[in-house]
């Protein structure tokens, strides 16, 4: 009966964090190491997990992450294993090993509870862009899975004397000590209907690296779900 | 991105896949030809002792499920599921093997793989081609060995003889001028006789005893694959087989078989849960430290913490090397324990995302992203509007107007773009939705590709509608947008395309073609019957593409219909 889905069962668990697939991420819980993850993004659990949609120290601290409607994140705890994903999405994960990214909040899946974070609103740029641009900076000893609408590409921005300028809809997440600046590629024929499409972007310049995916669906999927 | 091997690489399977459950797939095929693909269990003298762990189409499992036979499915021709922890221990080696069934010989296989998928994905393949055989007629792809730990082999050594040259390859003596399947085993512990199935009648030519061979000492130089080489006949292994180097070529990742990362070598503690500062009562004792039982499958004792969820048995499926039993303070999942793949931190998880440097104008980054280098060729380049996802230098995008007549045409025929030039010095990423992305190069020939499967192109190329006539298309007529010249055009479709050589019979769904060469002539064939058109249980594949062309000719069709 389940031999055609041989190959697919979850292979044995080395790390906090592992890709099942290229979609959908596997943590292993346990008590006291609990997770944040995006409400909604829970596909399957094994053992005993227990969920706890906005929590008040998440609240506090995301009050007014995206529209202001509440932080869409929820906190997992207990036992077990658990299966998340998005639609699809390719799934990311990182050891964050004291370093520290900055992600767009519509791309970040989970991290560890117990690493430092913060939302912070990206300067100058959030007036232009729809839904304006949220991000969430997150450092220390930990897991962080990412989500990217197909597979995404890493770039060096420390490469050339040049800035490198990313499509926000497009963006995913960020070295955080690279320095951002909102860019307007806006000209005076843009207004009579002759854009070419591309009317802002986000520079970055430094050193660290930017993550980019192939795709300008910036939707949140969970959020849109409800 | 499952690892690509060549004949004579190897690897811990432990390196590939944390997995012990592995789905092993194989496609051979040949025109008009049949094959038998089947696994032999082999103990560590390399020989088949016990004919129960010889599993083929007569004898689809080994006695304790370890190893099973799948039957064809997913494009592979014969397919196994691998259960790596519960393979008893005196089989030391699983070989996959294809022989063919009736006239023919390997060399005219088309070209096919051995592919290993665990955890849902693919982690290694093995891919071979008719030009790496010639009179074979049994081949054995590949091996999974036990040397210390569980290793894959990509062998594809051919056997001119045979299945009965295999299975003398295997089973040491073939009882001499016996009948033919019922060699007689050498070795100790053989259950039962007689381990060819009658099936497949070996003629068994006296074959003196090979000396057993000793299963390769090291494990690293592999290269003429281990087998225990029939002694008279050493050149059926060395000799006409070997076309490929052994040695990888350059630039082919290898599979280093260097230092595993910490994590795999040795066994991750899987003591599950709760231990930590544990407010949930005693630690349970029932987790992860049933040594005896390998898979018990119900933990006899629930623990007490854990109250009301029925019991998973534990987590790793089977705690397959969880044996060490309750060493204190060993977190078990979780805590980072060591690296992940290839060290910690952001640069390295991120690493294999990393942006592949190329000294060409267009370069595919993955399948769902193009780089084009503006420096080189120094001409500007068309693309979609808004499909500019990353670029680094100066780079000025502005808006390319299709101009009147243009305009005019676009809005008759639908066949417009909404264009974008980007011209100065830097790399631009370009990417839309998700979809997958084909560079094609043009010199100096045509292609005709629908209008919204243009991503981007060379301002060289020149670009005009066309029109494909025909009774029957809503609306009088199809358009299409055909490209001549020499540069280069980035065509995307949604999901896997198929491209299809033109024949006299090629048809194709008009909403689904995404491009043809232009050299190909293309008819509509509708299929007009009066009945069901009557009726509203309608086909809704009314309206085909028929396609008429030299060979070399081809059509790219997508699995999405717009």
């Known amino acids: 009966m389940n031999q055609p889905f041989a190959g697919y069962a979850p292979a044995p668990v080395t790390a906090r964090m592992e890709n099942h697939g290229n979609h959908m991420l596997k943590v292993a819980l346990q008590t006291g190491n609990d997770l944040l993850a995006r409400v909604g993004s829970m596909v399957a659990y094994e053992g005993f997990v227990q969920y706890e949609p906005n929590p008040p120290a998440v609240r506090q601290i ?18 077990g294993l658990l299966y998340l994903a998005d639609y699809g999405a390719n799934v990311v994960v990182i050891n964050l090993n004291g370093d520290g990214i900055s992600v767009n909040a519509t791309n970040l899946l989970a991290f560890d509870a117990h690493l430092t ?65 909102g860019k307007r590629s806006f000209k005076a024929q843009s207004l009579i209907g002759r854009g070419s499409g591309e009317a802002y972007q986000m520079a970055f310049s430094g050193q660290g690296i930017v993550v980019v995916q192939p795709s300008e669906d910036s939707t949140d999927r969970l959020r849109v779900r409800g | 991105m499952p690892r690509e091997f060549q004949r004579g690489h190897k690897a811990r399977i432990s390196d590939l896949t944390a997995g012990t459950d592995l789905y092993v797939g194989v496609q051979i095929t ?23 762990y010889f599993v083929f189409f007569n004898q689809p499992k080994s006695p304790e499920e370890s190893i099973q036979l799948l039957g064809a499915q997913a494009g592979d021709t014969e397919s196994f599921r691998i259960t790596l922890d519960r393979i008893p221990p005196q089989i030391h080696k699983l070989s996959f093997t294809a022989t063919l069934d009736g006239a023919g010989q390997m060399s005219q296989i088309n070209p096919g793989y051995l592919r290993i998928v665990a955890g849902g994905e693919e982690v290694a393949r093995y891919a071979f081609n008719g030009s790496e ?41 073939v009882a001499e001028e016996e009948t033919p399947a019922v060699p007689q085993q050498p070795q100790a512990g053989a259950a039962a006789p007689g381990f060819a199935p009658p099936a497949f009648g070996a003629p068994s030519a006296p074959a003196p005893a090979p000396a057993p061979a000793q299963p390769q000492p090291a494990a690293q130089g592999f290269a003429p694959p281990p087998a225990p080489a029939p002694a008279p006949a050493p050149p059926v292994h060395a000799a006409p087989t070997i076309v490929a180097p052994l040695a990888p070529p350059g630039g082919g990742h290898v599979p280093p078989p260097a230092p595993a990362p910490a994590p795999y070598g040795q066994p991750p503690q899987q003591q599950p ?24 499958p119900q933990a006899p004792q629930v623990p007490p913490g854990y109250g009301q ?3 998973p ?33 952001v640069a390295a998880a991120l690493q294999q995302f990393k942006e592949t440097p190329t000294g060409q104008r267009w370069t595919q980054q993955n399948r769902k992203l193009v780089r084009v280098d503006l420096g080189m060729g120094g001409q500007p380049v068309l693309a979609r509007q808004g499909s500019m996802v990353l670029y680094q230098g100066k780079v000025d995008f502005s808006y390319k107007g299709a101009g009147f007549a243009g305009r005019i045409v676009g809005n008759a025929t639908g066949q417009e773009m909404q264009l974008m030039r980007c011209t100065g010095q830097g790399q631009v990423f370009l990417a839309e939705n998700s979809t997958m992305l084909h560079p094609i190069e043009l010199q100096g020939d045509g292609i005709c590709v629908s209008a919204e499967n243009v991503l981007a192109f060379d301002e060289s190329l020149q670009y005009e509608v066309r029109r494909i006539e025909g009774h029957g298309i809503p609306g009088g007529a199809l358009f299409t947008m055909q490209f001549t010249g020499t540069g280069t055009i980035v065509v995307k479709t949604q999901g896997t395309p198929v491209v299809l050589p033109v024949t006299p019979t090629t048809f194709a769904d008009c909403n689904a073609v995404v491009a043809w060469s232009s050299a190909a002539q293309v008819v509509v064939s509708s299929q007009v019957r009066m009945r069901r058109n009557a009726y509203p249980g309608d086909t809704g594949e009314s309206v085909n593409l028929q396609f008429r062309g030299a060979p070399g000719n081809f059509i790219v069709v997508q699995p999405y219909e717009v």
């Open chain 2, 30 to 52: 040949a025109p008009g030809l049949t094959f038998d693909i089947s696994c032999f269990g082999l103990d560590a003298d390399e020989r088949l002792s016990d004919d129960r």
């Open chain 2, 133 to 173: 055989f010639s009179s074979e007629r049994a081949v054995m792809l590949g091996d999974f060995y036990l040397k210390d730990v569980w290793r894959f082999a990509a062998v594809g050594q051919g056997f001119d003889g045979g299945l009965d040259a295999l299975l003398k390859n295997f089973g040491g003596e």
């Open chain 2, 273 to 296: 849960y709760g231990q930590g500062p544990a407010p949930t009562a005693p630690m349970p004792p029932g987790y992860g430290q049933q040594p005896q039982a390998p898979q018990a």
């Open chain 1, 62 to 79: 995301a009050r007014d992450w995206m529209t202001g409607e509440g932080a869409p994140l929820m906190k997992c705890s207990g036992d």
């Open chain 1, 117 to 181: 974070w913060g939302v912070e609103r990206v300067k100058g740029l959030a007036k232009f862009a729809g839904q304006g641009l949220w991000n969430t900076k997150i450092s220390g000893q930990g897991w962080v899975a990412l989500t990217s609408r197909g597979k995404p590409i890493v770039v060096d921005c420390g490469g050339g004397e040049d800035e490198t300028y990313v499509d926000p809809d497009a963006l995913v997440a960020w070295s955080p000590n690279l320095k951002v600046k």
């Open chain 2, 309 to 311: 969820p029925p019991q």
């Open chain 2, 313 to 345: 048995p534990g987590y790793g499926q089977q705690p397959p090397f969880g044996q060490v039993p309750g060493v204190p303070g060993q977190q078990a999942y979780g805590v980072p324990q060591g690296a992940p793949q290839g060290g910690a931190g």
